[in-house]
Nanobody, 125 residues
Framework: VQLQASGGGVVQAGGSLRLSCSPS????????MGWFRQAPGKEREFVAG????????YYGDSVKGRFTISRDTAKNTVYLQMNSLKPEDTAVYYC???????????????????WGQGTQVTVSS
């Protein structure tokens, strides 16, 4: 599935952004979906994940309490609501999906087969 991420931009510290991710020409209704980010010189980091029926959501330690992942099946879209943004949240954000993610491996970006192109988020201090 080809994924398309959008919603990035430049925001001041303390502000909010909402990222969106949709498949192109397909559906990911049975996919586990995740958001990852990568800052220059750093490894790709797990941000958030949600299972196919939205019963379970998972977050990286650095974003807990500030970010919320959700999915709208009718709109075939996954969202990442980012509040209380900090300069250290600056990165390229990627959405990813896979049908066969198991709970023990959702933080590992290598387990995901489908990726979006990335959207830049810049938080100024």
């Amino acid at each position: 599935v080809q994924l398309q991420a959008s919603g990035g931009g430049v925001v001041q510290a303390g502000g909010s952004l909402r990222l969106s991710c949709s498949p192109s020409g397909s559906t990911f209704s049975r996919y586990f979906m995740g958001w990852f980010r990568q800052a220059p010189g750093k490894e790709r980091e797990f941000v958030a994940g949600i299972n196919w029926n939205s019963r379970h959501a998972y977050y990286g330690d650095s974003v807990k309490g500030r970010f919320t992942i959700s999915r709208d099946t009718a709109k075939n879209t996954v969202y990442l609501q980012m509040n209380s943004l900090k300069p250290e949240d600056t990165a390229v954000y990627y959405c990813a999906g896979d049908r066969n993610i198991i709970v023990s491996s959702y933080r590992d970006f290598r387990q995901y087969t489908d990726w979006g192109q990335g959207t830049q988020v810049t938080v100024s201090s």
